[in-house]
């Protein structure tokens, strides 16, 4: 295998896409490839925490069955959106067991939007780690906008999806894992439909410089057939992320001959 020196994984946004960033880590650990800081955006920032906390794959993948992931969602039709994540600070809280950036395992990078300035936000320290991961993951109008230290932030990929910029700079490969793939659609369908969709062109545009400074991206074009809102979908999505990560590796590390993506 080629050395890949200091490794960055990005991990970006996309709902339940992406419990696709659990298989991806299922194919690192395999392959014995250490991680040594991680970057993520939206459930990429869950994930990615997770893992930064100390948590294998599939203990990732035990964890999310055994909670229940509906349960993260808490009706909030008063404070801009229909529901907030009160239910997933909790759980995360509980399961990472602190609230501090310099407590995890490994360096971990958290993007999210401030919709006062209406500018990118980064944080990889302070003492508010769950905060910033539901601001994060915030998605307009479907989740309630989160309030910290007097502004107001939502759901990061507004911005910067996957966050592979964030580790070049001091990483000498970065892998990033994307889980919002561009397609063509027939038909746009029902209002919830077109709210993802309108979301998820605003990703496609700024990840196709996000792209750039990754080493290996791994994005499974499988994933198109999902929405964001598949939370019943864990096992599949899991499956498709692990079997891209695997062949990703296969073919950029072991020089393995195999057909795209």
């Known amino acids: 295998m080629k050395n890949l020196g200091k490794v960055g994984l990005a991990l ?63 009706l909030d039709i008063f404070k801009g959106g229909i529901v907030n994540l009160d239910g997933a600070k909790t759980s995360l809280v509980k399961q990472i067991g602190h609230n501090e950036f310099s407590k995890l395992l490994k360096p971990f990078y958290v993007a999210a939007s401030n919709l006062n300035t209406g500018k990118l936000k980064v944080v990889n320290e302070g003492d508010q780690l769950v905060d910033w991961i539901i601001a994060s993951s915030s998605v307009p109008v479907a989740f309630s906008p989160v ?16 966050p592979s910029d964030v580790l070049r700079f001091d990483c000498d490969t970065v892998i990033g894992s994307s889980v919002v793939i561009d397609k063509t659609i027939q038909s746009p369908g029902n209002a919830k439909d077109i709210a993802e969709r309108v979301f998820n062109l605003s990703i496609v545009q700024n990840q196709r410089i996000s792209k750039a400074f990754c080493d290996i991206y791994i994005g499974p074009k499988k994933l198109t057939k999902y929405s964001m809102w598949d939370f019943h979908k864990l096992d599949e999505i899991v499956e498709i992320g692990y079997k891209a990560a695997k062949k990703r590796i296969e073919k950029e590390l072991l020089n393995t001959d195999i057909t795209e993506l």
């Open 12 to 74: 970006g946004g996309g709902g339940a896409k992406g419990f696709a960033h659990i298989g991806v880590l299922k194919a690192l650990e395999e392959h014995q490839i250490n991680i040594s800081k991680v970057a993520g955006t939206s459930m990429g920032s869950i994930i990615g925490v997770l893992h930064c906390a100390g948590f294998k794959a599939d203990e990732i993948t035990q964890l999310l069955k055994d909670e229940k992931v509906w349960n993260w969602f808490k």
């Open 147 to 162: 309030e910290i230290n007097g502004a107001t932030y939502v759901d990061g990929g507004l911005f910067l999806n996957l």
